[in-house]
């Protein structure tokens, strides 16, 4: 009755590239940031400065910045650019500016060169303090991601990822205790990436988000429920529906409040033990499906129609019959599980199988009530009677049923009435009946010719006696 659930891991990588936070960095950097620049380069390195001419040309900077003139500011640097001595400050300098407008202006794909150029020169020469080289790491990762994302070319999308992942592993090293923002996009790149062909996931990348994943988990004292969810989707990857119930039962108590961890734990439980080959592995995974969807009920969730009858059918499955019976039935009584005729039938098929016979006509009769068209409801009564030894009502609800129509089998149920019939001496109904059947059925069955002739001999034994009399 339960049907397999996925779980779901994340599919797009939620951007790390915030515009404010750019803007504040461009604002710190061009409002009075060439002055800062080159005195924290001179701090660094004594030889590390700027040009006279490319000093000269920087003061022109600030008026372009307070009138958001960021084309003049542009082409500002793009000057200095054309005449910075190869490898020089001068080139470091102006292209690092040059990366922050472009971020300013929100030009991501332009920021990527400049950017880049400025952090080479940097780590090559020692214009930068490490501080401000692990920024530009940072952020040349999330924009080649990002940017990689958008591509459609794939050689150009794989190349894009591999420096995304490039960057934030150096930046990753040059941390001593990475911040929770930064582990996080490389989790979830790495994820992502593994995953981005679904018909061919890529495991080593899935096995290095798995471990970035734990590795975040265990640094931190309150971890980001986002490495929780990369690292329960890898498993489900990798089909190890253990580790993922196994992790689900911690969300599920770290976040009791969250119905989609509730699910997820009782599709996992159920799928467990559908695979399960050990009878007793079975039994278990099947009770601690039950005791998932009984915990979440208690806090309000998985309290849905469906829910409730995948929780009947767990107890079938388990050979509870008593409590799933008795969950059935209230659940079709007040409305908690959706009623149908089918489930009608088997509410009646649970009491036959515990020996409740008159209880299974007592659901069936309250059934026809709720669906008072169905002659099959009727039909299934008039068995149970005749199960009892009961013709006369058997021959009654049999008549209903035949009445009502709606039948799946008709044949089979004038058949059924042409015996009856035949047991309470109602020979011309019985053999009317058997004829009707004859016509219904596709295939006769073998046993109807028999039927009938025996109906037909009691019709003619029947007049042979009254004739007999009659002469007496």
Known sequence: MTKPTTV???????????T??????????????APASISSAQEASGSNQPSERTSSDLQK???????????????????????????????ALANDILSKIYLQEGEYAKVIEPMEKAYILGE??????????????YYLAQIYYQEGASSKTPSLQKNYFDKATNYI?????????????????????????????????????????????????????FPKETFYVILLASYQQEGKLAQVAELLELLVKQYPSKSSYWMQLFGTYSNLAAEASNPDEVYDYNLRAIVTIERAQALGFM?????????????????????????LHSGLRSGAIEADIKKWELLAYSFLQINQEFKAIEVLKEATKAFPKSGQLDNQIAQIYYSLNNSEEAYRYLNSALAKGSLDKPGAVYYFKAYICYELQKYEEALESINTAADLQDEEDPQLPRLRQAIQEAIKDRQAALEAGVKE
Request: charged share 20%; proline share 5%.
């Open 8 to 18: 779901n891991g994340p599919t797009q990588m939620p951007t790390s590239l915030s």
């Open 20 to 33: 404010l936070r750019f803007r504040h960095i461009v604002l710190a950097v061009l409002l009075g940031l």
């Open 61 to 91: 900077l600030q008026p372009l910045v307070d009138a958001k003139n960021w084309n003049g500011a542009i082409n500002l640097m793009q000057g200095i650019l054309r005449y910075a001595a190869p490898n020089s400050y001068d080139q």
């Open 124 to 137: 090559n020469y020692k214009f930068f303090d490490a501080k401000s080289q692990l920024e530009r790491l």
């Open 169 to 221: 592993e150096i930046w990753l090293k040059g941390q001593n205790s990475p911040n929770a923002e930064g582990q996080m996009f490389y989790v979830q790149l790495l994820y992502n990436r593994a995953v981005q062909d679904p018909q061919n996931i890529d495991m080593e990348l899935l096995k290095k988000a798995q471990a970035a994943a734990q590795e975040a988990l265990q640094s931190e004292l």
């Open 303 to 327: 309290n849905t129609p469906k829910d409730n009858y995948n929780l009947v059918g767990i107890y079938f499955n388990i050979g509870q019959y008593g409590k799933a019976t008795d969950l």
